[in-house]
């Protein structure tokens, strides 16, 4: 998707919503690397500034746009009526979708784009990295009270917006094909990596036999839990709302905690080249662990809660076996910034591993003192 036709769209997906007042102005807003973002700025007949997300989704990742919205749609009207319910403030709780002024939750344009809009949740922190451990706890608690509040929500009627997009034993399998093709002759400088991938086959398969024989139930995810989708409250610290809900999909409730572990637990670089430097940390891993078991506990299962370091486990060694997959396949999914990068974000991710590995019972122990 060109960057260009975001622009090209703009008015026409600005002309499609009422935002309560005169749009002053709209400038391309954030970080992110998937759809194309724009902040837009209004002014109430009030006097009052307001602000606004608007997104043009991007249709090659994400190939259903309908069935994306209908995800966030049912999640945040549900999350709003508890966040109602019990007392708390809508607006800054849980996002909103904007509808447009035909009642539809997302605009399609004129070239076949879709687009949505959100109120900007105001004057929160939204942090890149840990700080601060304190951060990482309270990063713990919103997506642990994200899955609490969601625990009766009817998992199996969402959409995978991602196909198998969390599934490791597919993952595995696209790993064999890429190994099997070796589309650039790669294969030959990496066997290290591929055998520490091959060597790990029936782990991939560990919790996706637990949900397919029932022991595990499905749950709706986030699918994408790093500290920068968690809006954090200025003054007190405290997480006050769960963002990006492209991936929001059903899945299992230790991804969620896993990926979170995998990004969150270590001071390192994703694609730092000195390994010394890639270290698991344990105390990191007790203070998210306490934080997510202390709002999600009383929701989850006792296999749930016993299989979560296996969660911080696989989402590690699958986000590895995905760059490593790219790498031998040419590097066309994750963008790289020089030669050689997807490989060492291989090796990161795998360092971790073998961290987690050496801590196993450690791991386990934690886990155990916080249920």
């Not at 625990?151 to 959409?159: E, F, G, S």
């Not at 397919?212 to 920068?228: C, F, I, M, Y």
């Amino acid at each position: 998707m060109a960057l260009c036709k975001a622009e090209e769209t703009l008015n026409e997906a600005l002309g499609a919503y009422d935002f309560g007042g005169q749009v002053a102005g709209a400038l391309r807003y954030g970080q992110g690397h998937i759809n194309d973002t724009f902040c837009v700025y209004v002014q109430t007949p009030e006097g009052d500034a307001r602000r606004f997300i608007l997104q043009r989704i991007n249709t090659d990742t994400f190939t259903d746009p309908k069935g994306l919205m209908e995800n966030i749609v049912g999640v945040t009207d549900y999350l709003r009526a508890i966040v109602e319910k019990n007392g708390g403030d809508t607006a800054r709780e849980t996002m909103t979708v904007l509808r447009t002024k035909e009642g539809a939750t997302f605009y399609a344009d004129a070239t076949g784009g879709a687009g949505r809009v959100y109120p900007v949740v105001e004057d929160p922190l939204c942090l890149q990295k840990v700080e601060d451990p304190k951060q990482f706890y309270e990063s713990a608690r919103a997506f642990g009270r994200f899955q609490q509040l969601l625990a009766d929500y009817p998992a199996a009627t969402l959409h995978e917006t991602i196909a198998k997009f969390h599934d490791t034993r597919n993952r595995f399998a696209n790993f064999e094909k890429a190994l099997a093709a070796d589309a650039c002759g790669r294969a030959k400088d990496v066997q290290a990596e591929i055998d520490f991938v091959l060597a790990r086959k029936d782990d991939c398969s560990v919790m996706v036999n637990l949900l397919e024989a029932g022991e595990l139930p499905l749950r709706v995810t986030h699918n994408d839990t790093k500290l920068n989708n968690i809006l954090l409250d200025r003054k007190t610290g405290e997480g006050v709302c769960v963002i990006d809900l492209d991936t929001v999909m059903p899945g299992l409730a230790a991804n969620d905690y896993g990926d979170s572990i995998r990004f969150g637990a270590n001071h390192s670089a994703e694609d730092e080249k000195d390994l010394s430097k890639v270290n698991f940390d344990i105390g990191l891993f007790e203070i998210y662990t306490k934080g997510f078991l202390e709002t999600a506990g009383g929701a989850l299962t006792e296999k749930e809660k016993e299989t979560l370091p296996w969660g911080a486990k696989l989402m590690t060694l699958e986000c590895g076996i995905r760059f490593l997959t790219d790498y031998l396949e040419g590097d066309h999914y994750f963008k790289v910034h020089r030669e050689g990068q997807n490989l060492d974000r291989c090796r990161t991710q795998f360092k971790l591993v073998r961290d987690m590995e050496a801590q196993w019972e450690d791991m386990a122990a934690v886990v155990k003192k916080y249920m």
